[in-house]
Each structure stands twice: as structure tokens, then as C-alpha cells.
């Protein structure tokens, strides 16, 4: 029988596996039963649109059955099992996006901490097997095939005859060592307590063989072992389950056994919804940025089921660009099973639903900014910049939509603030909205032009990030105050006197005003004498709508 090499990605994530020294072992549990569960997703949604395969409800679930005296663990699923290509391409390689960005993780964290918190699918039964087996059928497939490897040195693949479509994957657990104990993993009670602990939310049944003592009869008093099939978990989807009765732990580990983020959700929402359509939903706001968040390769979207059975897992149509960062799933009973991709856009309650969570996210972000300021300043960390290209996109078309979300650093308070309490602590006579451009703070502290607006006692927002000058000019205004930058020509601060002096002056040196335009030439269009400086000689200033930085930003777009 032929060995096959692990790709390169693999093996070094193997590796990881196999020595890992995290505590939290356990969790490859959860991996593989979610696993299961996705494979039970795909045949039941397969077998409920497809009218030449018989549906029994019955014959979907995942039985766990441990093996004392041979140290084996099997998990059995009656899912859509694999074909050979499918064997290889999925066990031999790290093709799937979950794994893929998990690997990306590893490189830029430090990986130990990481697998014991995420596990990653199928892998991380390495960390508790000297050796695994996967028997497997796929469905409309005659044969079967048996798939092994002990996480090292590749792994081999032959046919078997396997009775019945589905997986049954087999752990040979490890033999205790000095610290480590693996008996956990070949005990009723053990595996009984991690089933609840982790899967209690799976949709279908997970079975397992209980032993327990009960009396011989009736009227008996003497115990005897007794070992029956049960179902260990809910199987009430987390969805469907009332708030009240989930706290804060329930939604991070189903977070975590849907592989949304390596980190822990900032914050959650649980929405149910009963009017013009009817769908409940679980959202999240990651508290990191994903690697791969502002690059191409990002995909929004969120998992939709219809009444319980997954039909997407990442349904983009159902969340706005601007909102992206939100993970989560929607379930509804409004949505026919058969929709296709292209159907979906055009879908009446699906527009219905993302028009809803628009609303929803949008409405929880705000109580956020106002009841959570720490909270809501980390996630801003995060997002704010997709919310500033949210206004900036479209032509302005969200613009009302988000500007109540916008920080932006102010030059008096030293913090981030909204633009509505810039607007509520505005002195009297300031009208317009003041803000300066630059590499940092500290550079926009030290710009010339912002020191006559910071003398009258005006406070100036600092905009640090490229895109923030360019959402600023799409808002245009907030509350009817004008947005204008320190460093533009009309700033028109100066009383009266100041003016006349100004001008008194300026015929003055008329001369010298040319002159140095003469010498300097097409560098800058003009040179005139300025009433806003203080402590500093000269200040460049832009007129017009393209400030000098909006200018440095145009100039480095490809055209
Ligand atoms: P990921 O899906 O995150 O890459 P895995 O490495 O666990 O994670 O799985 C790789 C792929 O192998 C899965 O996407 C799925 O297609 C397939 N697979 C894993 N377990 C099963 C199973 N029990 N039944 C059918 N297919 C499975």
C-alpha cells in the first residue's frame, strides 16, 4: 500500500499538534463532532431537495462510542461522507479556508495558545491520538475507503467496504504519560460532561452507550449495570433558545465552535424577529481585526439556514460592506429551502432580513458608544476605518447612517470623541467644524495653521487615518456646521481690525509677495501674507477642495 506525504502546510501544522503542550486537549472533541455535524448538514439538505434520496429524520445523528480495553475513541456521523479525491484533498492538504487562516494566525502569534483555544477541524485529533482512522462513504458512491495516519510520517488510503454512507472516525488514544492523562477521553462520564460542555447545541443527536446502575426490578433494591443508548445533548440550536436562558459563555463557545475569529466576541446580539418576516439570529463583533480583513481575500456574510436546515454558510447579500466585520448566523422559517445563490439577491424577505439586521447592528453600536465607551473604542480600533469608507462609498448614500458612529481624536480633549459632542460643546460664535490633517498627533500638534483656531478656544479633530479627510467631505456637514480644515485659504477667523491691518500690509509688501512667487515659481500658486500664524514664519495651504493631504493620497492611487 502506497504512502502518501502531507503537503508541506500540513505537516508543519501537524507538528504543532502532536507536540502541543496546551492543556485544553479536550476541545478536538468539539472539532470533530462539529465536523460531523456539518456533514449531516449537507446530506439532510441534500436529501430534503433531492426527491430521489429517502429522508428519515431518524437516520441523521453522530454517535460517540470509547473502547476501554483497546484505547479507541469513534465518532460516527451519518453525513455525506468523502470520496477518495475528497479524502485526500480535504485530510492531506489545508486547502479549506479555516484551517488556512489558522495557519496565517500561527505565523503571526505565537501558535501554542491559539490551537488549544480553536482547534482546528480535523488536525487537532493528533493532539490526544498516536494514530488515526477514517472510514468513509460517500453518498450515490458503491465503495468506501479507509484512510489512516499516525500525524508523522503521511498517511495511506485503500478502499473499504463500509456498509453505510456517513464517517466514522476512529481515535487510538494515547498512552498516559508522566503528566499527561488521556483516560479522560475513554470515559463515559468524561466524554459525557465534554459533550455537554461543547455540543450541547448540535443539532442532531449525539449518541452514546451509558452504563448506568438501576435496580433489578420493580420491587428490587439491588442495583445492577444497565447500559443503555442515549441522546447527550439539547439539540435545541442556540438560536432557537430563549436569552434569558444563555449567558455570556454559551455565545462565546458556540463563537468559538463556528470558527468566527481566534479571538473572543467583543460583544453579541441575539435577535429574534416576528413581523413582516420572521428569522432569529445570532450576531457577533469580533474584538480583533481578522488577518486578512482589509485585503481581497476577506468574505463577509453571514450563515443562513432555513427553518434549522444551513443553506449558506456565508450569505453575503445580508450584511452591508460597511458592517462586514459582523459573524454570526440567521435562521429563517420564511426562506424556501430550494433558493439559489442568484435567486437570493432578488429575494423579497431576504432584502427584508438584512434591511432588519442593518438596523439592528446599527442601533446596538450606538448603545454601545453609549453605554460601553471602552467597549465601543476597541471595536472602533478595529472597524472604525470600515465605517469611514462606508460613509466615504456608494457617493455618500450612508452617510446618515454611520456618521454617529465616527470618532475622531480631538485636539482639546486629547480622546476620541462623536462629532455630536464636538457640536454640543461648540462656543457660540465657532460655526464651523474644525479639523487638521497629518502623519500623527503629535505632527498635527505642531502644524502652524492650527494654532489660531486652538487661540480662539476652538477644538480641532485630527484626522490621522487617509480615508477620514475623504468621508469628512462627503458628509460635507453635521448638524448644519460646515466641516473646514485649518489648513484651507478661508478660514476668516480675523476681527476686523486684524483685517484692515492685514490689508494695510499686504499693499506694503506687494512687492516682496511677487518677488518670492517669481522665485519659487510653479512650486506654489501663490504667495500671500497670512493673519493666522503665530510662532511660526510660513505655512503652506491648499485652496480649494483638495487639501495637500488628499493630494498626497490622489497622487498614490494607481489611475
Ligand atoms: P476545515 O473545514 O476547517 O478545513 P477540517 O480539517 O476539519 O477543517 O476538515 C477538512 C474538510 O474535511 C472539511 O471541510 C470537510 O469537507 C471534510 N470533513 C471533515 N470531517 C468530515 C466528516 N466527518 N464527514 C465529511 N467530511 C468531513
Known sequence: MEKKQFQAESKRLLEMMVHSIYSQKEIFLRELISKASDAIDKIYYKALTDDSISFNKDDYYIRIQPNKDNRTLTIKDTGIGMTQEELEENLGTIAKSGSLAFKKEVEMQDGQEIIGQFGVGFYSSFMVADKVTVYTRALHNEEGYKWESDGQDGYTIEPYNKEDVGTEIVIHVKENAEEEN??????????????????????????????????????????????????????????????????????????????????????????????????????????????????????????????????????????????????????????????????????????????????????????????????????????????????????????????????????????????????????????????????????????????????????????????????????????????????SGDLNLEDEESKKEAEKQKEEHKDLLSDMKEILGDKVKDVKLSTRLKSHPVCLSAEGDVSIEMEKVLRQMPD
Open 182 to 487: 488521556y483516560d479522560e477521553f475513554l470515559d463515559e462520564f468524561g466524554l459525557k460532561s465534554l459533550i455537554k460542555k461543547y455540543s450541547d447545541f448540535i443539532r442532531y443527536p449525539i449518541k452514546m452507550d451509558v452504563t448506568e446502575k438501576q435496580p433489578k426490578g420493580d420491587d428490587d433494591d439491588e442495583l445492577v449495570d444497565v447500559t443503555e443508548e442515549q441522546t447527550i445533548n439539547s439539540m435545541v440550536p442556540i438560536w432557537r433558545k430563549n436569552k434569558q436562558e444563555l449567558q455570556d459563555k454559551d455565545y462565546q463557545s458556540f463563537y468559538q465552535e463556528k470558527h468566527f475569529g481566534f479571538d473572543k466576541p467583543l460583544s453579541h446580539l441575539h435577535v429574534s424577529v416576528d413581523g413582516m418576516v420572521r428569522f432569529q439570529s445570532i450576531l457577533y463583533i469580533p474584538e480583533q481585526l481578522p488577518f486578512n480583513y482589509y485585503s481581497q481575500d476577506f468574505e463577509k456574510g453571514l450563515e443562513l439556514y432555513s427553518n434549522g436546515v444551513l443553506i449558506m454558510e456565508k450569505c453575503a447579500d445580508l450584511l452591508p460592506d460597511y458592517f462586514s466585520f459582523v459573524r454570526g448566523i440567521v435562521d429563517s422559517e420564511d426562506l424556501s429551502l430550494n433558493i439559489s445563490r442568484e435567486i437570493l439577491q432578488q429575494d423579497r424577505q431576504v432584502k427584508l432580513i438584512a434591511k432588519n439586521i442593518e438596523k439592528k447592528i446599527s442601533n446596538h453600536l450606538k448603545s454601545l458608544l453609549k453605554n460601553d465607551r471602552e467597549k465601543y473604542e476597541k471595536f472602533f480600533d478595529s472597524f472604525g476605518r470600515q465605517l469611514k469608507y462606508g460613509v466615504y462609498s456608494d457617493f455618500g448614500a450612508n452617510k446618515d447612517k454611520l456618521q454617529d458612529l465616527l470618532l475622531f481624536y480631538s485636539s482639546s480633549e486629547k480622546k476620541l470623541v462623536s462629532l455630536k459632542e464636538y457640536v454640543e460643546r461648540m462656543p457660540e460664535d465657532q460655526e464651523h467644524i474644525y479639523y487638521a490633517t497629518g502623519e500623527s498627533h503629535d505632527r498635527i500638534e505642531k502644524l502652524p495653521q492650527t494654532e489660531m483656531v486652538k487661540d480662539k478656544g476652538y477644538e480641532i479633530l485630527y484626522f490621522t487615518d487617509e480615508v477620514d479627510e475623504f468621508a469628512i467631505k462627503m458628509l460635507l456637514n453635521y448638524d448644519d456646521k460646515e466641516f473646514k480644515s485649518v489648513s
